[in-house]
Antibody, heavy 118, light 109 residues
Framework: QVHLQESGPGLVEPSGTLSLTCAVS?????????WTWVRQPPGKGLEWIGE???????NYNPSLKSRATISVDKSKSHFSLKLNSVTAADTAVYYC???????????WGQGTLVTVSS | QTVVTQEPSLTVSPGGTVTLTCASS?????????LNWFQQKPGQAPRALIY???NKHSWTPARFSGSLLGGKAALTLSGVQPEDEADYYC?????????FGGGTKLTVL
């Protein structure tokens, strides 16, 4: 079981870029897994944002694909999310998680609230 | 845009049985969707309960079971306990993209 920890600004201005990092510890980021971002607006459901493999390959939610970029830094054992042109609708708790095809979402970070506001 | 639909809310009495369902806008849900179920309690990250349609994790109570039912995915709780009150989400795989259902708020009353 790996430990995941999100970090980044809790407040982002409208039209700006949301940037978060997820530190992976207790296991190798180069294992067979897709490192994933999921968000949850206050009082609403979960939304899969996208994922990155240690090779750098990525997959995205089609509804966010044009604004989201997920990358991995193996040397630092972390992966990151950038979401540009944010609006109030992007206000949410952002979770990082470890997904595998067989058992997605076994390990999750605690989540971090990002508020989009001026 | 693929939509996965769950009952918004259900209520069950302690000791009772309840079935939550998960439907895909693309048609019948099959085992090809790598179906998963998660439980989420307030202020907590989701916790995996069921993987690959009907497989329990080591920590999943025996009263939880996953299945396919009439073209939908189903999560059945038998002998519901007060601590089962939570939000439940299904998760399906659509080839290079995962989609969560809208979630079911289960009330034990």
């Amino acid at each position: 079981q790996v430990h995941l920890q999100e970090s980044g600004p809790g407040l982002v201005e409208p039209s700006g870029t949301l940037s978060l990092t997820c530190a992976v510890s207790g296991g190798s980021i180069s294992t067979i897994a897709w490192w994933t971002w999921v968000r949850q607006p206050p009082g609403k459901g979960l939304e899969w944002i996208g994922e990155v493999y240690h090779s750098g390959s990525t997959n995205y939610n089609p509804s966010l694909k044009s604004r989201a970029t997920i990358s991995v830094d193996k040397s630092k054992s972390h992966f990151s999310l950038k979401l540009n042109s944010v609006t109030a609708a992007d206000t949410a708790v952002y979770y990082c998680a470890k997904f595998t095809m067989a058992t997605p979402g076994l390990d999750w970070g605690q989540g971090t609230l990002v508020t989009v506001s001026s | 845009q693929t939509v996965v639909t769950q009952e918004p809310s259900l209520t069950v009495s302690p000791g009772g049985t309840v079935t939550l369902t998960c439907a895909s806008s693309t048609g019948a849900v099959t085992s090809d969707y790598y179906l998963n179920w998660f439980q989420q309690k307030p202020g907590q990250a989701p916790r995996a309960l069921i993987y690959n349609t009907d497989n329990k994790h080591s920590w999943t109570p025996a009263r939880f079971s996953g299945s396919l039912l009439g073209g939908k995915a189903a999560l059945t709780l038998s002998g519901v306990q007060p601590e089962d009150e939570a939000d439940y989400y299904c998760l399906l795989y659509y080839g290079a993209a995962w989609v969560f259902g809208g979630g079911t708020k289960l009330t034990v009353l």
